[in-house]
């Protein structure tokens, strides 16, 4: 009854503003209607469908993700995942020979389109839809793999290190995205670009590749924690090698659902949690830097301060300000669940997985009219990297039904949520052995935090939508 009720509301938001509204995208902005329906409406509406799917969750969850389908993946002697390779590795060095030599403009530039549009946006849509693919086509596996046999690593990879320093790229990388002017100048970006595979060859040579790679490859990561919420399942039935590296024989590519993911995926290790909710901090955080509120805000502090903090400088104080409080709220959570659950570090490891859902669909939501805007130059600026106009000029479709759109997101958004409600519950300590109902109600703290996640998400999706 509470999942046909989440449904239920989500079908009727969706045709409720779909319907009257059909104003046409900016070529390159964000789509800006007024809302047929008032703000809070939309907002409480889709929280509650998030909170209807708790009893249905309890009822439901061992049923949940207990079969897989068989495998659907048929091994092959890897000559599509070279040829994948080196198309990438081509790439790579397109984007930063001709990021620094060619036409210094955001859209016919390939470092800057291949980057932040075909790479970040479209890398993190594939893997949260097919799996880990990076660890298929990342051309740095291949330089990894000649650096192995050559060299002795001198150095092994800390344990407790975990996955930290990939969050401190995804942090920066995050900056150089949402604060760093330079992060749409193409020669900037190129020049990071080769900063960061240097750093890449340095880190296998002195730890090994595998161990770099699963630890502190930024995309590497990305692709795998995301890969959670794709409901094919990409698993070695024997030893401990990754996909890419096991056998063929070996391979498994079965379907499992979409909610599975959260507890038969690896468990997370040191730096996991962190990187889920930093990953979720940044695309909140890229939400509402496009909102009329963001510039209401950035108006007053310029208004208070004079000339004193740049655009640079603020932009990095608010994105600091919401990782920090995205992730002070988090860590509270679960430090109430700590307390019956077996402490901080426990929780947050069985947790977290259950957040990579609404990351998914956040990622989904915010960039799908931007990839299907900007990735039509892709080919231009591939074919055409020095903007010679040799490949003629051609016009991009950005006639989007933005209501249509709109409902889409919504739809996105809640669904999200109400499948992290049903991971939540399953991963949940059996052993406690209280009846469904209190234990419901010892994962309140959780729940709540995922209806209030739904709440900002559509609140920030609002505001920048209601513009008009």
Known sequence: MAAGTSIVLVAVLGAGLAVPALAQAHAFGALTYQ??????????????AVAASVPAAALADDRIGARVGANIHRPGR???????????????????VFGIAGAQEFTANPSTILVWVDFWVGLGLISALLGPVWDVVNPLRAVGSLIDRVNDPPLAYPHRLGRWPAVGMLLVFGWLELAWPGGAVP????????????????????????????????????????????????????????????????????????????????????????????????????????????????????????????GTELRTLTMAACVGGIAAVFTIVMLLLGLREGGVSAAAARYAPTLVPIAAVYFAAHYLLYLVTYCQLTPKVILDPMHTDWVPDYAIWTSFPAGLAWALQIGLIVSGHVVAIFAAHHVAPRRLERPRRSAVWAQAPMIALMIVYTAVGLWILGQTYNAA
């Open 78 to 96: 890897g000559w599509l995942s070279s040829a994948l390779r080196g198309l990438a590795a081509l790439l790579v060095v397109e984007c930063i």
């Open 187 to 310: 020669s900037d970006l190129a020049l990071v670009m080769l900063v960061y595979l240097v750093v890449q060859v340095i880190g296998m040579t002195l730890v090994g590749s595998r161990p770099w790679l699963a630890h502190a490859e930024l995309f590497t990561v990305l692709s795998r924690t995301l890969g959670r919420a794709s409901p094919l399942e990409w698993d070695v039935t024997g030893g401990d090698l990754d996909w890419v590296d096991a056998p063929a024989a070996e391979r498994r590519i079965r379907w499992r659902g979409f909610v599975s993911g959260a507890w038969r995926d690896p468990p997370l290790g040191a730096g996991d949690a962190a990187f889920v909710v930093v990953l979720l901090a940044i695309v909140l955080y890229d939400g509402f830097g496009e909102t009329r509120r963001y510039v209401t805000f950035a108006q007053w502090v310029y208004h208070t301060l004079g000339s004193s903090l740049s």
């Open 35 to 48: 809302f047929p329906l008032p703000l809070w409406l939309y907002v409480t509406a889709g929280a509650v």
